[in-house]
């Protein structure tokens, strides 16, 4: 699974051959099939690894019992991190899952609804408790910190100053904080 995450995120779905990933990994072509049926069948995992890794997260997350924003700023911390440490499997759910056909594509994105839906139910709560601003529809605060957090990946400096993933994640919790509460 790592290096077909590290082929196709480097070449994109499109142009990569399982040829390639078992010529990454050292087997023979065939010896993939052997746990994928498909190219398209090792796109969907590797899809669903990812979501299932950041429902972790937020599950994890959820059992802190922090206050709203507290649990919200900490699921965004978390994610980003998520995001920045595994900007391959980021990259890939972000511009490849759309080459997932029939059931698989319509639950792929249905898992990036589920990700929108839980921001959102975090925001709604801070706001119910009058910690975020109530001056802004949650669907637009959501949208905004869904800029963010799903850009985070590309935040990385090529040159100059490098930032740690932690400076990233706790730049965007701040940054986000700043935007949206309301103390």
């Known amino acids: 699974m790592a290096a077909a995450v590290e082929v196709m995120s480097e070449r994109g779905y499109a142009a990569t051959s399982v040829q390639e990933v078992a010529d990454r990994v050292g087997v023979l072509k065939g010896s993939l099939y052997h746990y994928f049926s498909s190219k398209e069948d090792l796109l969907y995992r590797i899809v669903q690894e990812s979501h299932t890794q950041t429902v972790q997260i937020a599950e ?3 059992a802190l019992g922090l206050g709203s924003l507290e ?3 900490e699921y965004l911390r978390r994610e980003a991190v998520w995001f920045l440490n595994n ?3 980021a990259n890939i759910f972000f ?3 759309r080459h997932l056909t029939g059931e698989r594509l319509q639950e792929a994105n249905a898992w990036g609804r589920y990700f929108e839906r839980h921001l959102q139910d975090l925001v709604e ?3 119910t408790d009058g910690h975020v601003r109530d001056d802004l529809d949650p669907r637009l605060v959501t949208r905004y910190i869904l800029g963010g957090i799903n850009n985070v ?3 990385p400096s090529r040159s100059g100053k490098k930032f740690t993933n ?3 994640a706790e730049a965007f919790v701040a940054l986000t904080r700043s935007a949206i509460a309301t103390d």
């Open 60 to 62: 994890d997350v959820s």
């Open 71 to 73: 649990e919200l700023l």
């Open 87 to 89: 900007r391959d499997r």
């Open 95 to 97: 511009t490849d899952r």
């Open 125 to 127: 709560a801070a706001q």
């Open 153 to 155: 990946r590309l935040w």
């Open 166 to 168: 932690t400076e990233i």
